[in-house]
């Protein structure tokens, strides 16, 4: 699925989008598992993903944050940030693609 980037309160994520959300995650998640560099993370899943807020954060990790430094920018004009695949590689585990 196409994602894009997301950075607030001194925060990266990655937004995955309403109906990416709606077609490839679970509300019963409260967690994801993300393969970056070939390593695992875990993501917490906040209410605000439910609702209008469709990323998953850093949330006090710099593990996005790295990652945007090694294969993207960490600064973008307004309305143009970058762009990335995020696969679904079975229940709730997900590998992020530049």
């Not at 998640?29 to 605000?48: A, C, M, N, P, Q």
């Not at 807020?53 to 850093?58: K, L, S, T």
């Not at 593990?63 to 973008?76: A, G, R, V, Y």
């Amino acid at each position: 699925m196409k994602v894009s980037t997301w950075f607030g309160s001194k925060t990266y994520g990655i937004r995955v989008g309403i109906t990416n959300r709606n077609q490839y995650f679970d509300s019963s998640w409260e967690s994801i598992l993300v393969v970056i560099d070939e390593d695992e993370y875990r993501f917490t899943l906040t209410k605000g993903f439910w609702n209008k807020c469709p990323e998953f954060r850093d949330k006090g990790r710099p593990i996005i944050k790295n990652w945007l430094l090694k294969h993207k920018t960490l600064n973008w004009p307004k309305g143009q940030t970058p762009k990335m695949e995020l696969l679904s590689m079975n229940a709730n585990k997900f590998k992020l693609i530049p």
